[in-house]
C-alpha cells in the first residue's frame, strides 16, 4: 500500500495577510504519485468593520505562480455532480438550517432574507452550479451560505486530484504546461494574487478562513521488492510442484515397473534356492545311505 503523508492547515486571510505557501516536497519527487487536496472556507477572525467576521471571498489557487482556479472549480464540481445528489442536497440543507438558526441566537441579522437565501440556493440545478467561485461574500450575511463554506465539513464529497486538476490545466494551456512532479509551491490567495496576478487591487480586502488538507500519495519501494520476492517464491513453488508431479508420475510409471520387475526376480530365485535346497538335502541323504551302504559291505568282507 502506497503511503500517505499529510499537510493539514487553517489559513486566515486578514490585511496583510493576503496570501499563503506551500512548499512541495523536494525529495523522492519520482514516489509521489498524487496530491489529494480537501479545503472549504469559513468566516474569518473578526469583520473589518464590526465583530462578526465575513467569510472567504473568491479564494483563487496557483501552482508556480499559474493560475489553477479555474481547473480547481470545475473538478470540484465535477466530484459534487459525481455524488449522490439527494444525500449532498439534504447535507446542504441541514447545514444552512444549523447556521441560520445560529444567526438567529446571535440576532446579527435577518434571518427571514438568510432563509430566502438558502431555498434558492437548495433549487439551484445542479446543486454544483452554487460553486462558481471558491467563496463569495455576497451570498447570503457575509458570504456564510455560500457552498464552498460546506465542502467536506458537512457535505460529503472526495477529495480533488490535484494531478487531475494539473491534467487538465496542461491541456487548456499547452504553451504553460506544468509537470506535477517539479511543483514547487501551492499559493492561496484571498482574490487575484499579488505575486502573479495583474488583476491584483489593494481595494481587495482579505477576508475569511480557510481550511485545507494535502494527502501526499508516495509510492512505498519496499512494496515493490516484496512484490519481487512473492513472484519469486510462487515460481518456486511452481517449480518443486512440477518436481514433485515427474516423481510422482516416475513412481507410477517406470520405476514402480522397475520395482515389481525386481520383486518377481527375488521371489523367482527365492523359489528356485528354496527346490535346490531341497533337491541338496535328498542328495545329502542318499549319499549318507550309500555310505551306510558301503560300511555294511566292507564289514561283511573281512
Given at each position: 500500500m502506497d503511503q500517505v503523508r499529510i499537510i493539514s492547515e487553517k489559513l486566515s486571510f486578514v490585511p496583510f495577510n493576503y496570501e499563503y505557501?506551500?512548499?512541495?516536497?523536494?525529495?523522492?519527487?519520482i514516489l509521489v504519485q498524487d496530491l489529494l487536496l480537501s479545503l472549504y472556507g469559513a468566516p474569518g477572525v473578526t469583520h473589518p468593520g464590526g465583530s462578526f467576521g465575513i467569510s472567504c471571498n473568491n479564494i483563487f489557487f496557483y501552482i508556480d505562480g499559474k493560475d489553477l482556479t479555474l481547473p480547481l472549480l470545475e473538478e470540484l464540481r465535477r466530484l459534487l455532480d459525481a455524488s449522490d445528489q439527494v444525500r449532498a442536497k439534504k447535507q446542504y440543507s441541514d447545514a444552512l438550517d444549523k447556521w441560520i438558526s445560529l444567526l438567529t441566537q446571535l440576532n446579527i441579522t435577518d434571518t427571514v432574507k438568510e432563509r430566502a437565501i438558502a431555498a434558492a440556493l437548495l433549487s439551484t440545478q445542479p446543486l454544483s452550479g452554487n460553486l462558481k467561485s471558491l467563496g463569495d461574500a455576497k451570498v447570503g450575511f457575509g458570504g456564510h451560505l455560500h457552498i464552498f463554506n460546506f465542502l467536506y465539513k458537512e457535505v460529503e464529497l472526495a477529495p480533488v486530484s490535484l494531478f487531475q486538476v494539473i491534467k487538465a490545466h496542461n491541456n487548456q494551456n499547452p504553451d504553460e504546461k506544468i509537470n506535477p512532479l517539479e511543483i514547487k509551491r501551492l499559493t492561496f490567495?484571498?482574490?487575484p494574487?499579488?505575486?502573479f496576478s495583474p488583476n491584483f487591487s489593494t481595494n481587495n480586502i482579505p477576508t475569511g478562513t480557510l481550511s485545507c488538507q494535502f494527502e501526499i500519495l508516495v509510492h512505498d519501494t519496499l512494496e515493490d521488492k516484496l512484490d519481487a520476492l512473492q513472484s519469486q517464491l510462487a515460481l518456486l513453488q511452481k517449480n518443486i510442484e512440477t518436481g514433485l508431479t515427474d516423481i510422482r508420475k516416475l513412481l507410477t510409471s517406470d520405476i514402480s515397473k522397475k520395482l515389481r520387475e525386481i520383486k518377481t526376480s527375488v521371489d523367482d530365485t527365492s523359489r528356485d534356492i528354496t527346490i535346490a535346497k531341497f533337491e541338496l538335502l535328498n542328495l545329502q541323504k542318499r549319499i549318507d545311505s550309500l555310505e551306510n551302504t558301503s560300511q555294511e559291505i566292507l564289514k561283511s568282507i573281512n
Open positions: 505557501t506551500f512548499f512541495a516536497p523536494q525529495t523522492d519527487r490567495s484571498s482574490g494574487c499579488r505575486l
